[in-house]
């Protein structure tokens, strides 16, 4: 685990953080996503999460670190109802997330967009039918035969554009490099018109250059569209480069968490223990 804090008060970029006016996000913008308390328990009586608190505001990127097994990925399952949960709060966009069965639970999944660290594309589809996919949560009956209207078509063309893909739209999925399938999958995620954007790991398969490139395209999104991303890394300089907040995970409990600019050695240290300065090592 490598650190290179920016030296105090520098700002990475054009990283502006959640609070300018800068149209996404201010602090007075009622939080997206609320949990409080928030406790995992899974069927085995093994607890992953326990007194988790977060909110999480349109146009910001929160960053979820901590080591492996400290329960980044059960966060983003019990977001969206998929571990069994318990708390005081846990909301999306208003909409109570524990207890939500059926057309609830649609609805409260198609207010999340989710980025994984495999893309999880259908690799043999074109990256265009790959992005109408990310629509099918409001489809129509002729959607299920894979007929999708001019009006989306347009659209999902437009998502690859902004990602930088437009000329690869037919291109099949398992032809694209890592880096350009997850902006693929980003584009199938805005195609469902999302809330907020859950990205488990995404670059954690990307060479750094892309991975970059992947958070930039993040930001971009969290900015000029408000929708705000939480997304688990395992590498603190892009938590510190990409993101506004991080909150870092110890045996599924918070254990630190503030703004990226007050992340210090000794906290990453302190939760990553004493190979992540071993590692700058080798
Ligand atoms: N279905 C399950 N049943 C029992 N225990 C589980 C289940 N899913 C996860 N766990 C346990 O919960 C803990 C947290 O797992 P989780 O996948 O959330 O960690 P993580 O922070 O995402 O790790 P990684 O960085 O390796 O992805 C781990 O100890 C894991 O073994
Ligand atoms: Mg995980």
């Given at each position: 685990m490598t650190l290179n804090l920016p030296p105090a008060g520098h700002q990475t970029g054009s990283h502006t953080g959640p609070r300018t006016a800068s149209g996404a996000g201010t602090h007075l913008a009622p939080p997206i996503l609320v949990a409080k308390d928030l406790r995992v328990t899974y069927p085995?009586?093994?607890?992953?999460?326990?007194?988790f608190t977060m909110d999480v505001r349109p146009g910001e990127i929160v960053a979820l670190l901590g080591h492996s097994g400290s329960g980044k990925s059960t966060f983003m399952k019990a977001a969206t109802g998929m571990a069994p949960s318990t708390a005081t709060q846990l909301t999306i966009d208003g909409q109570d997330v524990i207890g939500a069965t059926g057309v609830e639970l649609r609805r409260l999944r198609s207010k999340v967009g989710y980025v994984f660290q495999h893309f999880?594309?259908?690799?043999?589809?074109?990256a265009l039918t790959n992005v109408l996919t990310g629509g099918l949560h409001h489809a129509g009956p002729a959607n299920a035969l894979g007929i999708f209207p001019r009006r989306q078509r347009e659209r999902a063309l437009e998502l690859l554009d902004r990602v930088g893909l437009a000329d690869k739209a037919?291109?099949?999925?398992?032809?694209?490099s890592g880096g350009q399938q997850q902006r693929v999958a980003i584009a199938r995620a805005l195609m469902q018109e999302p809330r907020i954007i859950l990205a488990d790991e995404p670059v954690a398969s990307l060479d750094p250059r892309l991975a970059g490139s992947v958070l930039r395209l993040m930001r971009r999104i969290a900015r000029e569209d408000g929708i705000p991303v939480v997304v688990s890394l395992h590498i603190v300089d892009l938590a510190v480069r990409y993101a506004d907040r991080f909150v870092a995970l110890e045996a599924g409990q918070v254990r630190h968490t503030g703004s990226v600019e007050a992340l210090t050695p000794d906290m990453v240290t302190d939760i990553y223990g004493q190979e992540s300065e071993d590692d700058e090592e080798h």
């Open positions: 085995n009586g093994y607890t992953a999460l326990e007194s999880n594309l259908v690799p043999q589809l074109s037919r291109q099949r999925a398992d032809s694209l």
